[in-house]
């Protein structure tokens, strides 16, 4: 579906859908939400859905309109954006990154809760939103536990990995303010975070499951 087609179906909707209440998960790179989300999309099939993102970068080989994300024009988006059709956007590289309203309320309207995996910025333009979603902090038990297993994964510059990790440390910082988050976990122990996510997750996922029965 185009975006223009996205956002006018779904934007006409919007006063009358009320789907399940959305999940905000933020962390830096290494944290684990990854691995936490996959736990989640494995065990709870086709409760959960992404957000598809907009960006105004070309598409990589492989990458899918619609899919991936949706690609669009940095005049296309910097008017969707002035026009309050952007929950959080951001800009890296050059490009551009958003996560619109029409993709949320996309997955809403297929009774799906939609996870949002955004920085700490993105979490602080969604509280100036009528989004209410479930706002999730997951942190490394430690810097150094961080910088290991950045490493282990052997995927990283020294260059980029030190830049990863001052951007954690910033994120990190910021995400002591106050109210931020609704839970914070810690992922020192993977199944451990995975059943603190899970609880808080546990009447939404409950409350899907029901209204399928229906």
């Known amino acids: 579906m185009s975006w223009r087609r996205l956002r006018g179906a779904f934007g006409r909707a919007a006063a009358a859908m009320q789907g399940p209440r959305p999940v905000v998960l933020s962390g830096p790179s290494g944290a684990g939400k990854s691995t936490l989300i996959k736990?989640?999309?494995?065990?709870?099939?086709?409760?959960?859905?992404?957000?598809?993102?907009?960006?105004?970068?070309?598409?990589?080989?492989?990458?899918?309109?619609?899919?991936?994300?949706?690609?669009?024009?940095?005049?296309?988006?910097k008017k969707e954006i002035d026009a309050g059709e952007f929950l959080e956007h951001a800009e890296f590289s050059g490009n551009m990154y958003g996560t619109s309203k029409a993709a949320v309320q996309a997955v809403q309207a297929q009774n799906q809760i939609c996870?949002?995996?955004?920085?700490?910025?993105?979490?602080?333009?969604?509280?100036?939103?009528?989004?209410?979603?479930?706002?999730?902090?997951?942190?490394p038990p430690s810097m150094d536990v961080l910088e290991k297993r950045l490493r282990d994964r052997q995927t990283e510059t020294e260059e980029s990995l030190l830049k990863r990790l001052s951007a954690a440390r910033v994120d990190l910082e910021l995400s002591k303010e106050p109210g931020l988050f609704d839970l914070v976990i810690v992922n020192d122990d993977l199944e451990k975070?995975?059943?603190?996510?899970?609880?808080?997750?546990?009447?939404?996922?409950?409350?899907?499951?029901?209204?399928?029965k229906s």
Request: net charge neutral.
């Open 193 to 212: 975070a995975y059943s603190e996510l899970k609880e808080v997750l546990l009447k939404e996922i409950q409350k899907t499951q029901e209204s399928r």
């Open 115 to 139: 996870v949002l995996d955004v920085d700490i910025q993105g979490v602080k333009n969604i509280k100036r939103t009528d989004l209410n979603p479930i706002y999730i902090s997951v942190q």
């Open 39 to 77: 736990k989640l999309f494995k065990d709870y099939e086709n409760i959960f859905g992404f957000s598809v993102s907009h960006t105004t970068r070309q598409p990589r080989p492989g990458e899918v309109n619609g899919k991936d994300y949706h690609f669009v024009t940095r005049e296309e988006m």
